[in-house]
């Protein structure tokens, strides 16, 4: 049987470019995959357009971040009992053809966690200065302890299998990086297989992502603050479907 597969996007004040992302997925994935919008404390009329667009709609009464939004999104998925679950983030930078290449990794290597990497060797994505410093040395650190090389930790793209689901469900954390940089010792020291595919990313499709020294510098502090608190955390033993819905 084909397994089931559920997108999430994690979406905020989104209103401008939803409708397109959506209306991109929804073509290329084809009937058989749901998609599910997580309205992380909306103020506008995302949580409207993706249910007129045809995706369900979690539709969160508060701002918790990418991090809570995804917990939400990984819980919808255990309980409606899916087996992958990729996350697709509502700017439109994520080109939705790529999730095929996620899927056939997961399935190939038998993977928990397959990271769509920006510098693998696929498309034309550039950082500079201390932000690409720091996501260097996570590289570096995150090779080690997911035991494979990993050349883009901070990817939003990523697809998890059921394993990744159901712990994810239960641990996933809602720190500022916690949702790529934590997320990624969470899974390593809960014995989950994670690799990486080579993808390419877009220009937003809406708004225009702040880039100054200042912001260049939080950033390299608040990753390092994540990583930190990441090797902090014990390990966990995965949990399977049914020890999380019981």
Known sequence: MTPSLLVLIPAWNEEQVISGVLAEIMSVVGQGVDVVVISDGSTDATARIARDAGATVLDLPVNLGVGGAMRAGYLYALRHDYDYAVQVDADGQHDPAEIASLLAAARQQDADVVIGARFAGKGDYEV???????????????SRVCRTRLSDTTSGFKLTSRRAIALFAREFPAEYLGDTVEALVIAARGGLKV??????MRPRAGGAPSHNPFKAAKFLLRAFMALGIALTRPRTAPASSSEEMA
């Open 195 to 200: 690799v990486q595919v080579p993808v390419e």
């Open 128 to 142: 500079h200065g201390p932000r690409r410093w720091a996501m260097a040395v996570l590289s570096v650190v995150l």
